[in-house]
């Protein structure tokens, strides 16, 4: 059974920090794209960053750039989202998720990764 599991999330002040965690299981996720998305009651979901499980450059939506990290430990299996400088529109549902994604396809889009995590709620108060 392949499975992500989040964990990490909370109640946090603004301009605190938080770090959430993807641990994955049921197999090896070292060929596939590892991201982490958002989504806020009544709002679509949407990209928040990604990175190569093996490695690689990362990439990051304008509005967590500079505050947000995007890390993997690789023999664990487990991926992480360092997020500093919260502030109260980071607040949502966080997912990780994984995709054996084609160059051609788009990294930022859900529809494009085969598996998710069943989120963790970060609240950031004013």
């Known amino acids: 059974q392949v499975q992500l599991v989040e964990s990490g999330g909370g109640l946090v002040q603004a301009g605190g920090s938080l770090r959430l965690s993807c641990a994955a299981s049921g197999r090896s996720f070292s060929s596939y794209l590892m991201a982490w998305f958002r989504q806020a009651p009544g709002k679509e979901r949407e990209f928040v960053a990604a990175i190569m499980w093996s490695g690689g450059s990362a990439v990051y939506a304008d509005s967590v750039k500079g505050r947000f990290t995007i890390s993997r430990d690789n023999a664990k299996n487990t991926g992480y989202l360092q997020m500093n400088s919260l502030k109260p529109e980071d607040t949502a549902v966080y997912y990780c998720?994984?995709?054996?994604?084609?160059?051609?396809?788009?990294?930022?889009?859900?529809?494009?990764?085969?598996?998710w995590g069943q989120g963790t709620q970060v609240t950031v108060s004013s």
């Open positions: 998720a994984a995709g054996a994604l084609p160059p051609t396809e788009d990294t930022t889009a859900p529809l494009s990764y085969d598996y």
